[in-house]
Each structure stands twice: as C-alpha cells, then as structure tokens.
C-alpha cells in the first residue's frame, strides 16, 4: 500500500504511523524525522534545513522533494508506503503524483487526522522525543516513559523539540491552514481522501484507521 498521512502538528501522526506501517508491513517516512537526522549528523542538508524549521516554515521544495524521492527509491519501499509529512504543499503532492506515475504507481488513500486545535497545542506542548531518534515520540501526561526523560525503546534522553514553543507552534498551524491543507482537496479530486478524528486514545485512533483503511 502506498498512503499518505496528513493532519495538523501534533495530529498524531508520528506516532500513528508507527503503527500502522508496523501493521501494514511498510517503512515509516517521516521527512521531519530525516530532516532532524540529517541536522543531529550535521550534514550539509541539515544545515539548510535548519532555519526554516526553527522558525516553522516549510523547508523549501528543491531541498525536500529530492530527499523524499531518494528515501522512496530504497529497497524498502518498493511496495508500499506510509508518508508522513509529506507532501506539505501542492507542489510537493504535484511531485510525487508524478513520479509515482513515472513508476506506473498510484496512491491507495490519504488518511486525513482531524484534531481541534486547543487538543493538537496541548499535544504539542507536551512532546518530548528522543535524542537518538525523533521517531521515539512520549507525551509528559498522556505517554509517559518508565523512567522520566528516558526512552523506553532505546534509553536515549528526551528532550523538547526546539519548534515546540509556543511562537513557532502557532506559525506552523499557520502554514499548515496556508499551504498544506489545500493538498486534501487535490486528493479529494482523485477519490483519496479518507478522514478520521484523531481524538481519543492511541489504539483508539490506530483501530480507526486501520478501519478506514480498508
Ligand atoms: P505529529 O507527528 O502529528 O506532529 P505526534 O505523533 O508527534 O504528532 O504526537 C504529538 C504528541 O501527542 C506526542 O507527544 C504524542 O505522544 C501525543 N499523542 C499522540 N497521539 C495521541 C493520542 N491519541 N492521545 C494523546 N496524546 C497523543
Ligand atoms: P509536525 O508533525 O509536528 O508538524 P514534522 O516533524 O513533520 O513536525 O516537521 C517539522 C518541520 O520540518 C516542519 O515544520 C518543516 O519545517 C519541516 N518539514 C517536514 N516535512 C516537510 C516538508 N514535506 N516540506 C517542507 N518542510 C518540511
Ligand atoms: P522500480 O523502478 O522497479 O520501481 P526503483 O528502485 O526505481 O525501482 O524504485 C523503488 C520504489 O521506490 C518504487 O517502487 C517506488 O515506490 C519508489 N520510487 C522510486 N522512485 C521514485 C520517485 N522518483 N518518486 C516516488 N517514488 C519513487
């Protein structure tokens, strides 16, 4: 299956997608994920990352797009799929719709997180991940660790992400609302489109999905 993960930051969709990419039997992409490995390596993407992400801007396309694309190529994801983050714009959805086709590929869905967004700032607010990999996601309250400020996957420390405050939070609700949001309506002209409340708990929401997915 090929899918793509759309909601707002802090929908849940990292940790979602950890689940069902396990369930579905596919790679978990994250571009968040690969562009905050890139900058803890100090690669020379990670620095030009950097900037628009502290500040809660998208990261410009001539950078994401040819990462994306590389992660797709991999072995790994000849089958299938689970976006997650990207596309972020109509650009980058314009992009992959064209390089999948390239392939002779398509999409099966676009699993739409629907959040309020005093629960998506709440969700935010409390994040912590680990410093040895930004896809081990806990939550102060609602995922707690077994040790506090440790990983229970792999005993790394946990930290706050430096665009989790409050100023870059609501720049990147902005973009969200600007630029990524009209990707679902160039989905929903394709028949993709499957939307789900992302309220509840974890495996609430996983069981949701996987239903929707279907
Ligand atoms: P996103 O990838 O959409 O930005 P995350 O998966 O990182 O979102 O989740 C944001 C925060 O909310 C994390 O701290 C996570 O532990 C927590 N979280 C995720 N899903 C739920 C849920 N169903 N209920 C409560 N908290 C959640
Ligand atoms: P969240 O799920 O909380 O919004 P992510 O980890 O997905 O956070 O993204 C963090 C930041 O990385 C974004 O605010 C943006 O700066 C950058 N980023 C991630 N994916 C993309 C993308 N597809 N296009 C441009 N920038 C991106
Ligand atoms: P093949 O050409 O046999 O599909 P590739 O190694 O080129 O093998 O690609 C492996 C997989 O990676 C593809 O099946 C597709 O899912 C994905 N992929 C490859 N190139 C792209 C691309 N440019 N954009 C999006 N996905 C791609």
Redesign the pocket.
């Known amino acids: 299956m090929r899918i793509v993960l759309v909601g707002p930051?802090?929908a849940g969709?990292?940790t979602q997608a950890a689940f069902l990419a396990q369930n579905l039997a596919i790679p978990h992409i994250?571009?968040?994920?690969l562009?905050r490995a890139n900058i803890s390596q100090g690669t020379e993407l990670g620095l030009k990352a950097k900037s628009?992400?502290d500040a809660?801007?998208?990261?410009p396309d001539e950078v994401?797009i040819g990462m994306a694309k590389d992660r797709m190529a991999q072995a790994d994801a000849a089958n299938g799929f689970l976006l997650d983050?990207?596309?972020?714009n109509v650009s980058?959805a314009e992009a992959l719709d064209d390089a999948l086709k390239l392939d002779g590929q398509e999409l099966d869905a676009v699993l739409d997180l629907e959040v309020p967004e005093d629960e998506v700032v709440k969700r935010i607010a409390g994040r912590r991940i680990c410093r040895n990999d930004s896809s081990h996601v806990f939550h102060v309250a609602y995922k707690q660790p077994q040790t506090e400020g440790v990983c229970d996957i792999c005993g790394g420390e946990l930290y706050q992400r430096g665009?989790d405050t409050e100023e870059t939070v609501r720049r990147?609700l902005e973009v969200y609302h600007s630029e990524t949001e009209p990707i679902i309506d160039h989905y929903r002209a394709q028949g993709l489109v499957v939307t789900i409340s992302a309220l509840g708990s974890v495996s609430e929401v996983t069981e949701r999905a996987m239903a929707a997915l279907r």
């Open positions: 930051p802090g969709k990292g994250s571009t968040g994920d562009f628009y992400m809660g801007n998208l990261v994401t983050g990207f596309p972020r980058q665009d990147r």
